[in-house]
């Protein structure tokens, strides 16, 4: 698993540099899809809650969260859409 995510960020360093990663805290690598609880503020600052099943996540400076799952079906399945690969996916 660590070996597979390595690869993929190397492949971003070649794009990018390795200055993109510059704060980068941790990669958690959870078995599956993960559920998150979301808060959102609206126009008339009414609070919404929900739950979210994401595949992935970060934050700038933070956290890398994936699935292990959606990195393994996108590193060993081609489908001819690279920029669909979790791990690999930049913003």
């Not at 698993?1 to 990669?27: N, P, R, S």
């Not at 992935?56 to 399945?77: A, M, N, P």
Request: with cysteine; hydrophobic share 50%.
């Amino acid at each position: 698993m660590k070996v597979v995510v390595a690869a993929q960020a190397c492949l971003l360093i070649l794009d990018l540099g390795v200055a993109y990663f510059d704060g980068w805290v941790e990669v958690i690598l959870y078995p599956g899809a993960f559920r998150i609880n979301h808060s959102q503020i609206d126009a008339i600052s009414l609070v919404h809650n929900e739950a979210i099943i994401l595949n992935g996540e970060s934050w700038l400076h933070g956290s890398v969260i994936l699935s292990w799952d959606d990195v393994k079906r996108d590193t060993f399945t081609f489908s001819g859409w690279p920029q669909c690969r979790i791990a690999l996916i930049r913003t």
